[in-house]
């Protein structure tokens, strides 16, 4: 039996660490998502808009976990679970995240909507007893400025507290799937993202009144990849990996989503990055390095050390 040393995750193996190739693809398709929401607001209000992305992405979630017959969540406990993930990580997360885009720049927003790194830490330690060594919270905090001379100047107010909430909420999101990991997480995934849809709905209805959709080829197209690819399939492999990963490692990664949004800027809106976004980025990627790192193997006692001699049996020679 392989014993799980004190300080790792609950329910996790110990070592694990996500998949790189899977977490690139992750937070490049979040990047993408930022671009997405600046587009589709040109069609659809805030808040609505945020209602369709997490509809649509529970409602594919569903039927997909049908087809395989998977197992819905049944304890009063469980749905409550579900419940606390459809207010944080859908609800209040995206109504956040789509108010912070419309009212700041795509990089800014992004900067300050991925702070969960930072957030994660204590909240980590406290609960699952993740150990932070000291090199690695200061990697993180020199990334996250990384990220903050990437966005540059930008707008305050309104807009970038916004972000933040929705930084919060996804952490807080990030940390009940982690209580999840005994319910099968196609349709926890499924079932949070279908409450948060109803919610926003409810809400969006209240605060704007009937919808004003224009629902435009290009708008479609932003809502399609922007529920399929950047919520059901992303987040589901978030979930999954933040079940058996270290929260601090993996939510490291998200360091990257704001790197590829102005990637996909400079390509998708012709915004060409100058010099503090380019050692911005250099930075980001440097602290990621650090963050990422794998552990040092515990060093062998070394072989030239002088062993003590045997205690001689008594009346030895």
């Known amino acids: 039996m392989k014993l799980r040393p004190a300080g790792s995750p609950r329910g996790a193996p110990a070592g694990h660490r996500p998949s790189a190739v899977l977490m690139v693809a992750v937070t490049a398709t979040w ?42 969540p049944r304890t009063p406990r469980d749905w409550g679970l579900v419940g606390a993930l459809a207010l944080t990580n859908a609800g209040l997360a995206f109504a956040a995240m789509f108010g912070g885009v419309a009212g700041l720049s795509t990089g800014v927003a992004a900067v300050l909507a991925n702070a969960q790194p930072l957030l994660i830490l204590l909240p980590a330690w406290w609960l699952y007893r993740e150990p932070v060594s000291a090199p690695a919270a200061v990697a993180m905090v020199a990334g996250f400025f990384g990220l903050i001379v990437v966005a540059g100047p930008g707008d305050g107010g309104t807009g970038a507290v916004l972000s933040l909430v929705a930084a919060a909420a996804m952490t807080a999101g990030t940390l ?108 980001v990627l440097i602290a990621l390095g650090f963050v990422l790192r794998p552990p040092r193997a515990a060093r062998p006692a070394s072989l030239d050390r002088v062993r003590e001699p045997a205690a001689r049996p008594p009346f030895a020679p």
């Open 176 to 283: 009940l799937a982690r209580r999840a990991g005994h319910l099968d997480v196609v349709m926890v995934s499924a079932w949070h993202f279908l409450l948060g849809g109803v919610g926003l709905t409810l809400v969006a209805w209240a605060v704007d009144g009937t919808p004003r959709i224009s629902w435009t080829a290009r708008f479609l197209a932003a809502l399609a990849v922007l529920a399929l690819l950047g919520t059901a399939w992303a987040f589901l492999i978030w979930f999954r990996e933040a079940q058996r990963s270290p929260l601090g490692t993996l939510t490291a990664w998200t360091f990257l989503t704001p790197v590829f949004g102005v990637g996909f800027g400079f390509v998708l809106l012709g915004e060409r990055p100058g010099g503090w976004t380019l050692a911005g980025l250099g930075l």
């Open 31 to 72: 990047g993408l998502c930022f671009v997405l929401i600046q587009w589709g607001l040109r069609d659809a209000p805030v808040l609505w808009f945020a209602a369709l992305r997490s509809s649509v992405a529970g409602a594919a979630l569903l039927a997909y976990g049908m087809a395989r017959k998977r197992s819905s």
